[in-house]
């Protein structure tokens, strides 16, 4: 896990991760959130709908990028503000997804930051793009 402070960050600074979407991460999202819609969860439907097998939750995609800021940048002295974020395409299981954050501001009297955040599968496609404020502590928590 990251601690990068305010002070030690700047702008154009990338932290990147991967991560493949498994069976089990479906089925503790679905456990977790209580959403049963049958694209998410059955096979046939997905099909029938025109996809190769059952699509991830949009969400359970979103929210690898609390993954981004919380461990990898900044890490530990983060607090997520808001989000903004358009999903592209879907994402199934199975996909190898790297989720990449750059900082594209910073904003010294509130001691917050911008990122620029994408999620891309296993043939480089765009699934997810946000944009990120992130309060980060200044000096590392207390």
């Known amino acids: 896990m990251n601690e990068y402070t305010y002070e030690e960050i700047e ?4 932290e990147s991760f991967e991560v493949t979407v498994t069976e089990e ?3 503790s999202f679905c456990a977790i959130t209580g ?8 096979e046939d439907y997905a ?3 025109g996809h190769p097998g059952k699509v991830v939750y949009g969400m359970l995609t979103a929210s690898l990028l609390s993954t ?3 461990v990898y940048l900044p890490g530990k002295n983060s607090l997520i503000q808001e989000v903004k974020l358009k999903f592209s395409r879907p994402v199934y299981i199975g996909d190898t997804l790297t989720v990449e954050g750059v900082v594209d501001e910073k904003h ?3 001691s917050l930051i911008i990122l620029k ?9 765009i ?12 000096g590392g928590m207390a």
């Open 11 to 14: 702008t154009g600074q990338k």
């Open 25 to 27: 991460m479906m089925s």
């Open 35 to 42: 959403d049963v819609n049958p694209l998410h969860n059955d």
């Open 47 to 49: 099909v029938s709908k």
């Open 68 to 70: 981004l800021a919380g």
């Open 108 to 110: 010294d009297i509130y």
């Open 117 to 125: 955040a994408v999620i891309r599968n296993q043939n480089n496609n």
């Open 127 to 138: 699934v997810c793009k946000a944009t990120m404020q992130v309060g980060v502590e200044e």
